[in-house]
């Protein structure tokens, strides 16, 4: 018997739920993009994606997944030859480095391993050494979804100014924007990346690239900018296509229109902050009890350093899978596969939460109800009361 006939529930880190809204609000005939509604909507979008970014700085929008903006945030900044700080706390900001390489850059990593942030004292140290500043951007994430950590991006801006170091500080928040608090310019962030499919609730499709006036500055002098991904002409196009750079992305504008009415409009960025905040809380309450069964725990120890968009997981071997099969065949809920090697040993015993974007109360205990069979049926032995827990956290009163 299957449990499983009713709405499914994807509970992984990217694409998020997409919010019945935003779909409706794509469901419409392909409109003029000539002239009529679609410039205004376009250009609506910006303040908001403003607001969720807190910068006074507008972004680029890509009709492409991350690594689009991930390639475009290279090639706008960088010349064949530079040299670049990978700050590496997963896999993530490795993949962007090797996207970095295969341009031309000369990449530097730091690994900081996979179960704890990125050490701003390390980070200066390393770059109070660079003289010369042969280092012209130093790269991470602000969460990397494969580890579920959380680096502290004040903090490492706060490492290169305190070496004094002229490089960019180019941050990864595709899988944080619009679920963990970023603040742009507050924080000194130089170029910031992102996607509409994780915190903002919208089909994969769109990116964006956000750029203060030092990146800017690096742009005049960058020798990797090519048609497509140059960022000057998009932000400042004489005309309307130039904008994407040809036919613009129709039916994503209207769906994210709509999901930016509903985190920036209705609820707001800071109450989303919270929201996520309050879950994450109440998925590590659950955890905990989880964990007192002795198999499972957690990757990252410190709550501090999680992000509060994605948890990752880990079991005795070959349990996650049985675990994530069950959830899946036997009661509809879809868990994000840890992001190892497939085949290494590691690969049976991780998985992923993504609890990001479009979520509420019964999404979020019953991704954890469903887990907490699934560990039953499954015999991984588990602490009781997980559920108990959650609910507890939930219940807190403000809000
Ligand atoms: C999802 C993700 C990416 C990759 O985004 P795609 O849309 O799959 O290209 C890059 N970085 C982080 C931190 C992510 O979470």
Redesign the pocket.
């Known amino acids: 018997m299957a449990l499983n006939f009713g709405r499914p529930q994807l509970s992984i880190?990217?694409p998020s739920v997409i919010p019945d809204r935003v779909l409706a609000r794509m469901h419409q005939p392909s409109p003029n993009i000539y002239e009529g509604d679609l410039i205004g909507l376009t250009t609506s979008l910006f303040p908001d994606l403003q607001e969720v970014a807190q910068t006074r700085h507008t972004p680029v929008i890509y009709i492409a997944?991350?690594?689009?903006a991930?390639e475009a945030a290279l090639t706008n900044t960088l010349s064949r030859g530079d040299t670049v700080l990978i700050l590496s706390t997963g896999s993530?900001a490795n993949?962007w480095g090797e996207m970095a390489e295969e341009l031309g850059v000369t990449i530097e990593t730091i690994d900081f391993g996979a179960n704890s942030d990125a050490d701003p004292q390390i980070v200066q140290d390393r770059l109070a050494q660079d003289k010369t500043h042969t280092i012209k951007a130093v790269m991470t994430?602000q969460?990397?979804?494969a580890s579920s950590v959380q680096n502290n991006i004040p903090a490492l801006r706060a490492a290169l100014d305190g070496a004094a170091h002229p490089a960019l500080f180019m941050v990864?928040c595709?899988?944080s924007l619009g679920c963990d608090r970023h603040e742009m310019d507050a924080w000194g962030v130089d170029v910031m990346v992102a996607?509409c499919?994780?915190g903002l609730m919208t089909p994969?499709g769109l990116?964006f690239v956000f750029f203060n006036d030092k990146a800017a500055e690096a742009h005049k002098s960058a020798d990797l900018i090519t048609r497509y991904w140059n960022w000057d002409t998009r932000a400042n196009p004489d005309m309307f296509y130039k904008i994407f750079c040809g036919t613009p992305p129709t039916h994503h504008l209207f769906g994210l229109r709509e999901a930016l009415d509903m985190l920036v409009h209705e609820e707001g960025i800071k109450a989303a902050w919270a929201r996520h905040e309050r879950f994450a809380r109440s998925l590590w309450a659950a955890m905990d009890v989880w964990a007192e069964g002795g198999v499972l725990h957690m990757n990252v120890a410190d709550p501090a350093k999680r992000s509060h968009a994605v948890t990752t997981i880990m079991t005795a071997p070959g349990q996650a899978t049985r675990l994530r099969n069950w959830c899946e065949e036997k009661g509809g809920l879809t868990l994000g596969v840890g992001l190892l090697p497939a085949g290494s040993p590691e690969w049976d015993s991780v998985f992923r939460i993504g609890h990001m974007g479009h979520l509420n109360i019964p999404m979020m205990m019953g991704t954890l109800g469903t887990i907490d069979a699934g560990l039953k049926a499954m015999g991984i032995p588990h602490g009781q009361g997980a559920l108990q827990a959650a609910s507890q956290i939930i219940s807190e009163h403000d809000f």
Request: zero cysteines; proline letters at 5%; a negative charge.
């Open positions: 880190p990217g997944n991350g690594h689009g991930w993530f993949g994430t969460t990397d979804t990864d595709i899988a996607g499919q994780k994969v990116s």
